[in-house]
């Protein structure tokens, strides 16, 4: 029981102690100090403002850069596909027993590369 009684007392201290101990690091706002805070908070601001603009501009590069990239593989995704379209005309006519336009010539180029190499 005298355990008890002990504890008892001592927690009320620690509470008692609580509300009355103030330090030099407490938060909020600190008196006298206004227009100094002013500043610093409009410049902070002016950077964040400043930060934003540029974040903005990089990300609209970006976004161009991107999308000449997308229009650079759509061309040649475009012209792939007419060649093998091509090719695969090229094949039908030979299936056929034809010999297709334009087959001489590549093997004409096909040749002259041959020879130089």
Known sequence: M???QEMHVIEENNISEG?????????????GRKSAEKVDMKAKL????????ECRARKKLRYQYLEELVADREKAVFALRKELEKY???AKELDEGRVPEG????????ATLKQES
């Open 19 to 31: 509300p009355h101990r103030k330090e030099s690091g407490k938060r909020g706002r600190k008196p």
């Open 46 to 53: 002016e950077r964040s403002r400043q930060s934003a603009r």
């Open 103 to 110: 087959i001489q010539e590549l093997m004409e180029e096909l």
């Open 88 to 90: 695969l005309d090229w």
């Open 2 to 4: 005298m355990e008890y």
